[in-house]
């Protein structure tokens, strides 16, 4: 009972990433327990990305992060700014990516070890409940010396922080977000899998294929807010990424 207990706390290995070639955010998160996507990661092309985690995680402080950074402030400002007057901050993590591909963080003291985040050029990466440090260093490591597409990136970014150690309990969710002012929104979500990387991996693989890539590449974006499938020249649509340069 004790152990199963221990499964069910929520534990959690996140990234938030900043394209410089594309000017796309991405975002990826894995945890030991159910639906790491709908607590952790948010956000939009204007507003940045933010992973708000935890042993008592804020989907308050998720949200009013990227409110700041929309409003113009730097994204550890940002995180200063909510994370400050919470009386409950010492069980909480707080990662933030503004639109400029800064970055800021924030772990509660209380934070269950081992604990903390590494940032790096146009990225950061937090964790709680780790092997060892190891563990979000693969993560940040892997994402920086990758090629290709962003979401590739960050898939092999997760992998790599698994097979580091990553979560001290195994792995129950994972999920993937990447917007961008010319594409569509990429959201994927493993709310609860025996191998959920295998299963995100799958479903990113399928959202990248015909029909459903098609699709996207006609609905509405912040660029071009009145796109639809007949005031779209083919020519003018852009191909997939694939992960090689």
Not at 56 to 68: D, I, Q, Y
Not at 121 to 126: K, N
Request: hydrophobic fraction near 45%; include cysteine.
């Amino acid at each position: 009972m004790q152990e199963a207990a221990e499964r069910r706390r929520a534990v959690t290995v996140s990234i938030l990433a900043y394209d410089e070639k594309t000017g796309s955010l991405g975002g990826a998160a894995m945890t030991g327990s159910l639906c790491v996507g709908g607590w952790v990661l948010r956000g939009t092309a204007e507003s940045g990305l933010s992973a708000s985690q935890g042993t008592a995680p804020s989907t308050l402080w998720g949200e009013e992060v990227l409110a700041r950074m929309k409003a113009g402030e730097p994204a550890a400002e940002a995180v200063a700014e909510v994370t400050a007057p919470d009386t409950g901050r010492a069980h909480r993590q707080l990662a933030a990516l503004d639109p400029a591909g800064r970055s800021g963080h924030f772990t509660g003291a209380e934070s269950v070890p081992v604990c903390g985040a590494l940032e790096g050029p146009g990225v950061v990466v937090s964790g709680n409940m780790l092997a060892d440090w190891a563990v979000i260093r693969a993560v940040r490591d892997t994402y920086l010396a990758g090629a290709g597409a962003l979401h590739d990136r960050l898939m092999a970014a997760l992998v790599a922080g698994a097979q580091a150690g990553g979560d001290s309990r195994g792995l129950l969710s994972a999920a993937l977000l990447v917007v961008s002012r010319s594409a569509a929104p990429l959201t994927l979500r493993i709310d609860r899998s025996a191998k959920p990387l295998e299963d995100l991996a799958d479903l990113l693989a399928a959202a990248r294929a015909e029909p459903y890539y098609g699709w996207t590449r006609v609905v509405p974006t912040l660029d071009d807010p009145h796109r639809a499938p007949d005031l779209v020249e083919p020519e003018a649509l852009p191909l997939p990424e694939t992960g090689t340069e």
